[in-house]
């Protein structure tokens, strides 16, 4: 899986050969762009992690559209979609594919790959709703009614979502918070049931069983968010058991935790509900106390040019450091112990270490142990929310 991104570096995307994008873009229709960023971890992936078994690779020359070129990306985003309703992760809607790609691609249609993880199927059912109501095709429609009606079907009972659907094992199948698969489909059926965002057009019964489907996801949210042994409200894990409703372990590298990063998004989430319940204030000022307490003062992340290396899933000719400066923002570790709040790493071999030096360089370069995740909530977002709920 990649609940978190297993590479650091954002997404590099090439320009088209013999000049810039703007070659396309000269022949883009004349109408507002659609924001492309939730497809940027996923295209990083695609681009980025070494993957023998994806359906394409990408072409070192790959070029991309640029997100005023709406109909080719939502052709894209068409092409991908599966007989279920659902996407399959970690590949480029922005690639220029080759006919001979696009042929590879629909021969995969009924595969059972579809999952939310790396910001999958709510970012493309978002996008088409609102390509529909820019563009006004009816394949657009048809597309989007089958990503909700897959979205409400991969709802538990508990209100949550796993990470991948309609066949997931192992930890696949736990309440995933990592990589904005709860905050993310919990959005997307939020504007649905509210006709937000290019979902006017969208029929009264889906719209109801979307209603119905965000109350149960954020009951879920509120059962889900850790309460330490004296009782103390904190944030949410990256993945919690089904059963338990607690953090639970994922791959050999992320053992139960309280994330800053998934925190701050379901903390973002939340303060965007009109009108909130007591518990919802509670949730949200508890969450932005704990966020506030674990931020790391006087540090940053250091990432200087090294030896070339190959890894399993990722090449690197980076490494990285913590050092010292005064001068540098509040800093937050990905993951902290559940009853300490003490930042911690792991590496390949699942041993828990406590200095950022004693992760093995694999792991050091191949996932996001630090960042500035809850920065925005913090500095922004949260004064304004406490405003209207003091």
């Known amino acids: 899986m990649a609940v978190a991104a297993f590479i650091a570096a954002p997404a590099v995307l090439p320009a088209l050969p013999g000049g810039s994008n703007d070659s396309i873009q000269e022949n883009a229709a004349p109408h507002p762009e659609i924001s492309v960023d939730a497809f940027g971890d996923s295209a990083g992936h695609w681009r980025h992690i070494t993957n023998p078994h994806a359906v394409i690779q990408p072409r070192p020359d ?16 068409l092409l991908f979609q599966r007989s279920n309703g659902g996407w399959p992760k970690n590949y480029d809607m922005r690639a220029v594919l080759t006919e001979e790609e696009k042929a590879s691609v629909r021969a995969t249609r009924d595969a059972r790959d579809t999952t939310f993880d790396n910001e999958t199927t709510h970012a493309h059912v978002a996008y088409l709703a609102k390509a529909s109501t820019l563009l006004c095709e009816p394949g657009y429609r048809a597309a989007v009614e089958r990503g909700i009606d897959f979205i409400l079907s991969a709802q538990m009972p508990n209100g949550g979502w796993p990470q991948s659907w309609p066949a997931p094992e192992g930890f696949a199948a736990f ?26 057009w969208l029929d009264t019964a889906r719209r109801e069983k979307c209603r119905d489907a965000v109350a149960r996801g954020i009951a879920c949210v509120l059962a889900c968010q850790y309460r330490t042994a004296d009782g103390k409200l904190t944030g949410w894990g990256q993945q ?15 053992p139960p935790c309280i994330c800053s990063e998934d925190t701050a998004g379901i903390v973002r989430f939340l303060m965007k509900i009109e009108k909130p319940s007591p518990g919802i204030i509670h949730a949200v000022k508890s969450a932005a106390a704990w966020l506030d307490a674990v931020k790391i003062a006087g540090r940053r992340v250091e990432t200087s040019t090294s030896t070339p290396a190959v890894f399993p899933w ?33 590496g390949v071999d699942g041993v828990k270490v406590y200095t950022f ?8 370069t191949g996932y996001n142990w630090h960042g500035y995740w809850p920065a925005e909530v913090l500095g922004q977002d949260y004064p304004a929310w406490l405003k209207a709920h003091p």
């Open 314 to 346: 990722h090449k690197t000719d980076q490494d990285k450091r913590i050092v010292d400066d005064p001068s540098a923002p509040p800093l937050w570790a990905r993951m902290y112990e559940m009853e300490t709040n003490r930042p911690f790493f792991c």
């Open 240 to 254: 919690h058991n089904p059963q338990t409703l607690r953090p639970d372990h994922a791959r050999s590298f992320e």
């Open 357 to 364: 030096a004693e992760v093995d360089r694999d792991r050091r």
């Open 62 to 77: 790959c070029p991309v559209y640029p997100p005023a070129s709406i109909r080719e990306i939502a052709a894209n985003i």
């Open 175 to 200: 309440i995933t918070f990592n990589d904005r698969v709860m905050a993310g489909n919990l959005t997307v059926l939020r504007d649905a049931a509210n006709g937000a965002n290019g979902f006017a």
